[in-house]
């Protein structure tokens, strides 16, 4: 009967203790570094200051979203486009805009307005 119940105990012990090991790992890679090809995201706002931030960085070979919202009416730019990656979309009022692409190579490319008077740039790593 002893036996039984400290093989019980024991297990249990076991148990928990496999429980903290799996909850602490979950903790430690919550933190860390997107894996390679893992998606980049990075929100960008069209303020009365332009786009914020200006330049952004990311690494290449990962695909990139970047993740614009025009946040004012009292700007130009109203739409964005990035020659590099053959991108010219609208930018609605409030409404977020996804751009999707996959930077090939390190290097630096503008965006801009569709008029070419705000820009910023992404700098690929």
Request: charged share 25%; proline share 6%.
């Given at each position: 009967?002893?036996?039984?119940?400290?093989?019980?105990?024991q297990?249990?012990?076991?148990?928990?203790?496999?429980l903290?090991?799996?909850?602490?790992?979950?903790?430690?890679?919550?933190?860390?570094?997107?894996?390679?090809?893992?998606?980049?995201?990075?929100?960008?706002?069209?303020?009365?200051?332009?786009?914020?931030?200006?330049?952004?960085?990311?690494?290449?070979?990962?695909?990139?979203?970047?993740?614009?919202?025009?946040?004012?009416?009292?700007?130009?730019?109203?739409?964005?486009?990035?020659?590099?990656?053959?991108?010219?979309?609208?930018?609605?009022?409030?409404?977020?805009?996804?751009?999707?692409?996959?930077?090939?190579?390190?290097?630096?490319?503008?965006?801009?307005?569709?008029?070419?008077?705000?820009?910023?740039?992404?700098?690929?790593?």
């Amino acid at each position: 009967m002893i036996q039984s119940l400290w093989k019980e105990i024991q297990m249990k012990s076991i148990l928990a203790g496999l429980l903290a090991l799996a909850i602490a790992g979950t903790a430690f890679t919550a933190g860390a570094a997107p894996a390679r090809g893992a998606e980049q995201r990075i929100a960008i706002r069209v303020t009365n200051k332009g786009f914020e931030p200006a330049t952004v960085k990311v690494k290449a070979g990962q695909p990139v979203v970047l993740v614009v919202t025009r946040t004012t009416d009292k700007t130009c730019a109203k739409e964005i486009v990035i020659k590099e990656q053959k991108v010219h979309r609208p930018l609605p009022l409030d409404r977020a805009v996804e751009i999707r692409f996959t930077p090939k190579k390190p290097g630096t490319f503008r965006y801009a307005c569709g008029m070419d008077m705000l820009s910023g740039k992404v700098v690929v790593q």
